[in-house]
């Protein structure tokens, strides 16, 4: 029981007699006990309603630039773009290209060490287009002489294959011209 009193009496001496006033405790700032000023209460009440009211406000603009970039999402989207991959590509874009650059690095790696079938990171070969004027197009682009035409002379995807060489060149001429951003 001794023991006990003297701990009690050790504990009340470790603090620094702040706060005490003839021997009673008062409150500090910051403590909640006690009467609270009128003026300190209008005080951070106007404060308060003034932060409110600015956070209404810029949650209703918030509001509204979400409303503008999910019609930006779905006019893409309609347009046949990969949004999600949009959205992936501007994420790591933002970042830090050298650790994005790694963690694919990596993911690539453990795809190839675990046989993995996802063919993520190696060479893709796209079939060719079925369109005779795609087929073409495409050839055009990639500098084929118009010689290599596939298909049987007078036949109609002959012809297709042909247009569709020469806007392929005229693109790829195009791309040159264009100034550069």
């Known amino acids: 029981m001794a023991e006990r009193a003297g701990a009690k009496r050790r504990r009340g001496k470790r603090g620094s007699g702040r706060g005490k006033r003839n021997g009673a405790a008062t409150p500090g700032p910051g403590h909640n006990s006690g009467e609270v000023p009128g003026e300190v209460i209008q005080r951070h009440y106007a404060q308060i309603g003034t932060a409110l009211k600015a956070s209404k406000a810029a949650d209703e603009v918030a509001k509204k630039k979400r409303a503008?970039?999910?019609?930006?999402y779905k006019a893409a989207k309609s347009d046949g773009c990969p949004v999600d991959a949009m959205k992936d590509a501007r994420k790591l874009n933002?970042?830090?290209?050298?650790e994005a650059i790694l963690h694919y690095?990596?993911?690539?790696?453990?795809?190839?060490?675990?046989?993995?079938?996802?063919?993520?990171?190696?060479e893709i070969t796209l079939?060719?287009?079925v369109n005779a004027y795609l087929a073409g197009k495409q050839a055009g682009r990639e500098g084929a002489?118009?010689?290599?035409n596939p298909h049987s002379p007078g036949s109609e995807e002959f012809v297709r294959w042909g247009e569709?060489?020469?806007?392929?060149?005229?693109?790829?001429?195009?791309?040159?011209r264009a100034p550069a951003s």
């Open 127 to 129: 079939p060719p287009p």
């Open 105 to 122: 690095k990596d993911v690539g790696r453990v795809l190839e060490v675990t046989d993995s079938e996802l063919p993520l990171f190696r």
């Open 94 to 98: 933002d970042g830090d290209h050298a």
């Open 68 to 72: 503008t970039l999910q019609n930006a």
């Open 145 to 148: 002489p118009a010689d290599q």
């Open 164 to 176: 569709g060489h020469q806007s392929g060149v005229d693109a790829a001429v195009e791309s040159f």
